[in-house]
C-alpha cells in the first residue's frame, strides 16, 4: 500500500516507472494500473519453473532498460540481491532494498519468512541503498547482520487529503454502527494476526465494561468478520458480545476513522503503522504500545503502554474516553497537526525521490512489489 501511495504522487509516477509482482495480480496491483503505471506479474513460486521465472525477471529488466531497482521487503529483496547486479545491458544497475518490519516478535513470522530475512541479511552487502521505514527496525536489523552502514530511515507517509477530519463522514459511520454520538468509540483496525494483539485488546475491553465504563469497540481488518469462529469465541467469553463490533475488511478507512473516539494498536510488534497514522491524520487521539517507532509517531499527542499489558491498555484508554470529546478534540487537533508538518504523503514521497536521485543522475526508475 505504501507503494501504491508512493505513485499518486506525481514525482514518482512519471519517473518511468514499472511495477513487477513477484506472484500474482492482486487488488492493489490493479489498484496501481488505474494510476496509468505498467505492471507485470511473473507468478513467481518455489520449484518446478522457479529458475525460468528469474530469467523471465531478467529478460523484464534488460528490456525496460532500467536504471534503479527498488525492491519491497524480505522476498523481494533477496530475488532482486541475486539478480539485480549482473550486467543487464551496458550500465550497472542501482539496487535499493526495503525492510518494512521489526522484530520485537520474530518468531511470529513463518520459519520460511525467517530464512528469507537471514538469506536478505547475508546478501545485504550487494544493495547500494537499503530503505527501513523505521529507526528501531533499522537498529534491529543491524544486529540481526544487516549492513545498515547503507541505510536510509524513510516513514510512512499520509494522505492528508484523503485522512481528515470529517463530522460529515462520523455521523454516517455512526449511523450505520447504531451508535449514538456521545457514546465514545474506540477501534483497532489490524488484520487478524496475533502479533496485532488482538486478545490482549479485548481484555482491556472487558476490563473496561466490567468498571462500566460506558464504550464501544470496533475490530476493523481482514479476519476481523462475524465468521471469525475464533473471534467470536474470544468476544463472547469475555462478555463483549453487545459491546464490539466485528466490520472485517473495509474500502473507506477513512469513514472508520473519523467515527472513532480512540484509535489503538495493541500489537507486538510493528515498525510504522499505517493506521495510526491515517487515524492521526484525521484528528483521533490514539493509544499505541511501545513498539517500532509507534511512540515516536504518537508522541505527545497520545498515549504509550507496554505491549501485552491489558491492564495497561485499558488504563490508557480510560483515560482519553474520561477527558470527554472536548479533551479528544484537543489531543485530535495535535496529532493532525504532527503528520501535517512530519508525516505527509508529499514530504515522505520528496524523500523516496530525492533517494533515487543520490543513487543515480538518471530519472528511469524501475519499482517492484510483491503483494
Known amino acids: ?34 494510476l496509468g503505471v505498467p505492471v507485470i506479474s511473473i507468478g513467481l513460486q518455489p520449484g518446478i519453473g522457479f529458475f525460468g521465472k528469474l530469467r523471465m525477471l531478467r529478460r523484464i529488466l534488460r528490456d525496460s532498460r532500467a536504471t534503479v531497482i527498488h525492491s519491497w521487503m524480505y522476498h523481494a529483496n533477496v530475488i532482486a540481491q541475486l ?15 526495503s525492510v518494512r518490519a521489526s522484530l520485537e516478535a520474530p518468531k511470529s513470522h ?25 529507526s528501531i527496525s533499522a537498529a534491529q536489523h543491524g ?51 496475533p502479533v496485532k494483539g488482538h486478545v490482549v485488546f479485548l481484555e482491556a475491553a472487558s476490563r ?20 471469525n469462529k475464533k473471534l467470536q469465541v474470544q468476544v463472547e467469553q469475555l462478555g463483549l458480545k453487545s459491546f464490539v463490533h466485528l466490520l472485517g475488511e473495509q474500502e473507506d478507512i477513512a469513514l472508520i476513522h473519523n467515527g472513532s473516539d480512540v484509535s489503538v494498536s495493541a500489537s507486538f510488534s510493528e515498525s510504522f503503522p499505517n493506521a495510526i497514522g491515517e487515524a492521526m491524520s484525521c484528528g483521533v487521539p ?16 497520545g498515549l504509550i503502554v507496554p505491549p501485552g499489558d491489558p491492564e495497561s491498555l485499558a488504563q490508557a484508554i480510560r483515560q482519553l474516553v474520561e477527558i470527554g470529546r472536548a479533551g479528544r478534540l484537543t489531543l485530535g487537533t495535535a496529532a493532525r497537526q504532527r503528520i501535517e508538518q512530519d508525516f505527509s504523503l508529499e514530504r515522505i514521497a520528496r524523500d523516496y525521490f530525492a533517494t533515487y536521485e543520490d543513487s543515480t543522475n538518471s530519472a528511469r526508475i524501475m519499482s517492484r512489489q510483491t503483494f
Not at 539478480?83 to 532494498?97: D, E, F, H, K, P
Open 286 to 301: 490514539c493509544v499505541v504500545t511501545n513498539v517500532g517507532d509507534c511512540a515516536m509517531l504518537v508522541g505527545p499527542t
Open 1 to 34: 500500500m505504501m507503494l501504491f501511495k508512493l505513485l499518486t504522487q506525481s514525482a514518482i509516477r512519471d519517473a518511468s516507472v514499472l511495477v513487477v509482482s513477484l506472484k500474482g495480480f492482486g487488488r492493489v496491483a490493479r489498484m496501481i494500473e488505474a
Open 110 to 134: 513463518k520459519l520460511a519468512t525467517r530464512i528469507v530475512r537471514w538469506i536478505d541479511a547475508k546478501l545485504s552487502a550487494r544493495a547500494d541503498i537499503i530503505i527501513f521505514n523505521s
Open 208 to 227: 473496561l465494561v466490567r468498571s462500566n465504563t460506558n464504550c464501544r469497540f470496533l475490530l476493523v481488518g481482514g479476519g476481523c468478520e462475524a465468521s
Open 83 to 97: 539478480i539485480g547486479q549482473s550486467s543487464v545491458g551496458r550500465a550497472r544497475i542501482r539496487l535499493i532494498t
Open 143 to 193: 544486529e540481526f547482520g544487516y549492513q545498515t552502514h547503507k541505510s536510509r530511515v524513510i516513514p510512512n507517509g499520509f494522505d492528508i487529503a484523503k485522512f481528515s477530519p470529517s463530522e460529515s463522514q462520523r455521523k454516517e459511520s455512526r449511523i450505520a454502527w447504531g451508535v449514538d454520538d456521545n457514546l465514545p468509540v474506540i477501534a483497532l483496525v489490524a488484520r487478524f494476526h
